[in-house]
């Protein structure tokens, strides 16, 4: 017997009918309480995909209020100085069409705001997303289809803003990752991980 679900009658036998009138807080530009929770958060995760569907899901950061609101349809956020691989840059150029959780921490609901992304570098757009006095890398425009808050189960389930649930900090160490995919060191590894960090302190 499979139990592989591969169409909506069966996806609504397991999961239930959508609750009338509950997509009707899905909008299609941003109202003040999407504005201000945009002024006050300072992380979100972008959604990108190539036009063969590959993913990816982008971390991007800074002070609260690091994304700006160009209008009620329209954010940019600011890209800084990465790894250069740009996964989702890539993507963009590809399929322009974006997906964004926005976060606050502690915070349980997240906002998410679906549309199409353009990338630019108009040094003026740059400059003034700058922070700590360098001018952002690169802007993503996004032309915002949809907007809503999603709800606080999942961080409800996972604990995520309490501390007192969290344990000992995981340390990921790309030296190590390097070290023993190239058959080198431990030596070698503790090099990688200094300019890692070194990284972190001057290349923000």
Same mark, same amino acid.
């Given at each position: 017997?499979?139990?592989?679900?591969?169409?909506?009658?069966?996806?609504?036998?397991?999961?239930?009918?959508?609750?009338?009138?509950?997509?009707?807080?899905?909008?299609?530009?941003? *109202?003040?309480? @999407?504005?201000?929770?945009?002024?006050?958060?300072?992380?979100?995760? $972008? &959604?990108?995909?190539? =036009?063969?569907?590959?993913?990816?899901?982008?971390?991007?950061?800074?002070?609260?209020?690091?994304?700006?609101?160009?209008?009620?349809?329209?954010?940019?956020?600011?890209?800084?100085?990465?790894?250069?691989?740009?996964?989702?840059?890539?993507?963009?150029?590809?399929?322009?069409?974006?997906?964004?959780?926005?976060?606050?921490?502690?915070?349980?609901?997240?906002?998410?705001? *679906?549309?199409? @992304?353009?990338?630019?570098?108009?040094?003026?757009?740059?400059?003034? $997303? &700058?922070?700590?006095? =360098?001018?952002?890398?690169?802007?993503?425009?996004?032309?915002?289809?949809?907007?809503?808050?999603?709800?606080?189960?999942?961080?409800?389930?996972?604990?995520?803003?309490?501390?007192?649930?969290?344990?000992?900090?995981?340390?990921?160490?790309?030296?190590?990752?390097?070290?023993?995919?190239?058959?080198?060191?431990?030596?070698?590894?503790?090099?990688?991980?200094?300019?890692?960090?070194?990284?972190?302190?001057?290349?923000?």
């Amino acid at each position: 017997m499979s139990y592989e679900i591969v169409d909506v009658a069966a996806l609504r036998a397991v999961i239930g009918d959508e609750i009338p009138g509950l997509g009707e807080k899905n909008v299609d530009s941003l *109202n003040r309480f @999407a504005r201000d929770f945009i002024a006050r958060s300072p992380f979100l995760v $972008l &959604s990108t995909s190539s =036009k063969d569907g590959r993913l990816d899901a982008s971390p991007k950061g800074d002070a609260p209020g690091f994304v700006h609101v160009v209008s009620d349809t329209e954010i940019v956020i600011p890209d800084r100085l990465g790894n250069k691989l740009a996964y989702g840059h890539l993507n963009v150029l590809e399929n322009s069409h974006v997906g964004v959780l926005m976060m606050i921490p502690g915070t349980r609901e997240i906002l998410r705001i *679906n549309g199409k @992304a353009t990338l630019s570098a108009d040094p003026e757009l740059l400059k003034d $997303l &700058s922070a700590r006095d =360098k001018p952002a890398t690169l802007a993503i425009k996004i032309s915002i289809e949809e907007v809503f808050f999603h709800c606080a189960k999942a961080f409800v389930r996972s604990n995520l803003w309490k501390p007192e649930t969290w344990g000992e900090p995981y340390k990921v160490s790309f030296g190590k990752i390097y070290a023993e995919m190239r058959g080198q060191s431990s030596g070698a590894a503790e090099q990688i991980d200094a300019m890692v960090e070194a990284d972190y302190e001057t290349n923000l």
